[in-house]
């Protein structure tokens, strides 16, 4: 049995789950169970590897988001109180048209986007993490527990233990191609964004020291729109795995409980009916 989990990193090809069970352990944790476990791992290590990644870009920019947005509420609350009688009302109008301009410029419609797809994507991975190790692994080890308990005989045991492992692959969706695929996109979505975060922070650091960045800032603001598109694409070829698969309604909940999934993949499947392009959506 060989399972094909998507791949993050060279590095992730390099750590891999080794077990070299004891007599008479080695007559229950076969080949082929060492095999599924091994692949279990690399799964859930890949997802961590994934997690982090989007967890250092967050932690990353927190410093410049926090110091940009009380500059900007400080300035504009000294501005307001600046102003006196008569003086005020004008005043209070061209500070909201500054901040209309501050908001709709190129560098905050990119700062938007990015961290749309930040969250989104965080999200997404962090949900899959808890749904494995929660809603899988937990539940099924419960029951693992539960019937080797209620075993009378070494065959008992050993097909219980087999039980087990087919009910982790069955739900952690790894012996299911098209789920592989979305990893996959998911993984590379995850990458490309984190690159995408390198090039803004080094425009900022060029407008910062004087430089112009508008044509960059414009040139990356339309590659994540690029990218938003695949990773919308993706979210809607989840949707189908989802609900083609009797096994993933807790995955499913966890990932779209306020009905997103359905409401992207609709819109998009009316924008392609209609020969447009899909509609945006953004989760409430």
Not at 29 to 42: D, H, I, N
Not at 152 to 169: R, W
Not at 171 to 181: E, M, V, W, Y
Request: hydrophobic residues 35%; proline residues 4%.
């Amino acid at each position: 049995m060989v399972i094909d989990v998507p791949q993050v990193s060279a590095l992730c090809d390099l750590i891999a789950l080794d077990v070299q069970p004891a007599w008479p352990y080695h007559l229950v944790l076969t080949p082929s169970c060492k095999m599924a476990y091994g692949a279990v791992f690399r799964h859930l290590f890949r997802l961590r590897m994934v997690q982090y990644l989007l967890d250092s870009v967050w932690r990353s920019s927190r410093p410049r988001v926090g110091v940009s947005s009380s500059t900007s509420s400080s300035s504009s609350s000294s501005r307001r109180r600046a102003t006196k009688g008569g003086e005020q009302k004008r005043g209070n109008k061209e500070d909201d048209a500054d901040e209309g301009q501050e908001r709709s410029s190129p560098a905050a419609l990119l700062d938007t986007l990015f961290w749309v797809l930040g969250q989104q994507m965080s999200s997404l991975v962090g949900n899959l993490l808890l749904y494995m190790q929660l809603d899988v692994i937990e539940v099924q080890y419960h029951k693992l527990v539960e019937s080797v308990g209620r075993g009378t005989s070494f065959g008992e045991v050993e097909h219980a233990h087999q039980t087990f492992l087919v009910a982790l692959l069955e739900q952690s969706l790894l012996n299911h191609a098209p789920f592989r695929s979305f990893l996959r996109d998911v993984y590379k979505c995850c990458f490309m964004l984190s690159g995408f975060h390198q090039r803004r922070l080094r425009v900022r650091a060029r407008a910062t020291g004087g430089g112009r960045d508008e044509d960059e800032t414009s040139t990356l603001t339309d590659e994540l729109m690029g990218l938003k598109e695949v990773w919308e694409g993706s979210l809607t070829q989840l949707y189908v795995v989802l609900s083609g698969n009797r096994f993933t309604r807790e995955l499913e909940l966890r990932l779209s409980s306020n009905g997103y999934l359905w409401s992207l993949y609709r819109s998009r499947r009316e924008g392609t009916t209609r020969g447009g392009p899909p509609k945006r959506v953004s989760p409430r």
